[in-house]
């Protein structure tokens, strides 16, 4: 593996090698001195082509992290607003010895051409790309499920993590809301499946994507008896897109009263789960919309894990990209012993 597009397609021990990797990188980030010089000399380019704010910020910590020498492209102020296509700005990334590009952008696809175009040799790290696949947003939810759900790591998430080299077999997990703008959702779905959780989304009708029977999963329109008959083990609600909404949020639902009424997570819906349930969001959150601030802060809610998580989950995609054994960047071949050693320095 060369690049990291999507998660469809990847395989049961690359991803539990990547949430392997990423449990090392959390240990270092316990360290006081929480630099490794992993990836010193080499060149990040976090380009994003979208508005972004912790998704950057995140892959930045990783990249620093790791010791790696980085670039922040935004394509607001910079020549793409004169007319610059990507296929220019990738050859100019190429001259510059680009090592490895995160990219973010609204068209679907645009990160798989961007990294078979044959306009430059680096690495593609995909940070989202319309409403196709955001995998490292899958990965760290991933990542953060298996701790509390397999690894025992307690309510506060302080424990000692026990679930090195394990699967999500028979995990359940709901993820609730807008289902058809997310590429979360798309991204979950599939990663999810391949650890041997069970999935279920839950959404009103005009916010499930056409195709939908094809996925991976089961799909429910009723969220009070998905939550008291299913007994979901997680609880993933969706932040409900509504600037990707033309005509407004009564395009899709009749009201965010309604829409909140049937289909938002609050205190009375938490209090059905299990008492091992845990609540995510992969932020920024609709306070009030799609989750209530009760459940919001609620001491089972991992929200703010989430995202220290997605700091190592970016720092295990990157070094496993970059510092494959084999020297070709391919994470299939690497041992974890010299992965152990490289992290441990």
Known sequence: MKHLLTTQGLSKDDAILLLDTSAQMAATQARENKKLPTLRGRTVVNLFYEDSTRTRISFETAAKRLSADVINFSAKGSSVSKGESLKDTALTLHAMGADAVVVRHSASGAAHQLAHAGWLDAAVL????????????ALLDAFTIRRHLVGNVGVDGRGPDTSMGADLAGVRVAVVGDVLHSRVARSNVYLLRTLGAEVTLVAPPTLVPVGVEEWPCRVSYHLDETLEQWQPDAVMMLRVQRERMS????????????????????????AVLPDHAIVMHPGPMNRGLEISAAAADHPRSVIVEQVANGVAVRMAALYLLLSGDDGTGSTGSTSSTSTDERIAL
């Open 247 to 270: 005509g407004g949020s009564g395009a899709f639902f009749p009201s965010p009263m309604e829409y909140s009424r049937k289909f938002g997570f609050d205190a009375r819906r938490l």
């Open 126 to 137: 995909n940070a989202g790309d319309g409403m196709h696949q955001h995998p490292t947003q």
